[in-house]
């Protein structure tokens, strides 16, 4: 077998073992340790082979599962690991790849409005507002304590049952909003799994770059394309989406 055929075969069984696992922490800290076990090289070239297969079902899972490991303390990535990683993207082209380890400074900073108290709100304390967004049904507070975006407010928030995907997408598409909000959207399972919410933070400029270089890769080569004419947002993220979108685009006319 080819070397491009034993990466593609150990890709496949990769997603296939991370498939098997349940989305969130778990499924993340699988994905670190099989990428671990993994020299650099190869753990580039097949994180390489997950992007070009992701877009869609299965391949999308996988490479979020590897974007979550990177920044998962726990999902036993070292340091001098990922920075072997880092450098073998580099020498082999992988552009997608290399752009999954950067933390780039963001383009649009977030500023504290000087007046953001609201009149419902401003006599309550924080654990007060944390049980309202944890427990409540009025679609008009939720709305409110959605507003002030306090992050830890919105965490609870988004695991309110109440809460519909329509609502979700009015946070993540909030500007200005505070980037730690932003986060929280990807961090909370129920809400990452869903494409219209994550291409909603990822052409929010308020979102962190880190985070957005990510998402990327799993998001559909229409997508991707909006994205990268999109000149409101950091030009590290438009130039990686337009990259991500060309390779896939020439890995699948490889693969005809």
């Known amino acids: 077998m080819s070397r491009q055929g034993a990466i593609a075969a150990e890709a496949d069984a990769l997603v296939r073992r991370l498939l098997a696992l349940e989305e969130g922490p ?6 670190g340790r099989a990428l671990a076990g993994m020299d650099p090289a190869a753990a580039a070239e097949t994180i390489a082979a997950l992007v070009s297969r992701a877009g869609q079902g299965a391949g999308s899972a996988a490479v979020a599962a590897v974007g979550q490991a990177v920044l998962d303390p726990e999902a036993g990535l070292s340091y001098e690991w990922l920075a072997g990683l880092y450098a073998s993207a ?33 006599h309550l304390t924080l654990g007060h507002k944390k049980s309202l967004a944890r427990v409540h049904r009025d679609p008009d507070l939720l709305a409110r304590l959605a507003a002030e975006g306090e992050p830890v407010v919105v965490r609870e928030l988004l695991r309110n049952p109440q809460l519909t995907e329509p609502f979700a997408l009015r946070i993540a598409s909030r500007r ?12 909370e ?50 130039a990686v989406a337009g990259t991500v979108s060309r390779d896939r685009r020439e890995a699948g006319r490889e693969r005809g």
Do not use: F
């Open 189 to 238: 399972r129920r809400w990452r799994t869903r494409p219209a919410v994550l291409l909603a933070l990822v052409r929010n400029p308020y979102l962190e770059p880190e985070v957005a270089l990510k998402i990327l890769p799993s998001l559909g080569a229409g997508e991707l394309e909006e994205i990268a004419a999109d000149g409101t947002l950091h030009p590290l993220v438009r």
């Open 90 to 122: 580099i020498e082999l082209g992988l552009e997608g790849v290399r752009a999954m380890l950067l933390s780039p400074a963001p383009q649009r900073l977030w500023e504290e409005p000087l007046d953001r108290a609201d009149p419902r709100l401003s």
């Open 176 to 187: 200005p909003c505070r980037p730690q909000t932003l986060r929280c959207l990807w961090q």
């Open 26 to 31: 778990m499924r993340a800290r699988a994905a």
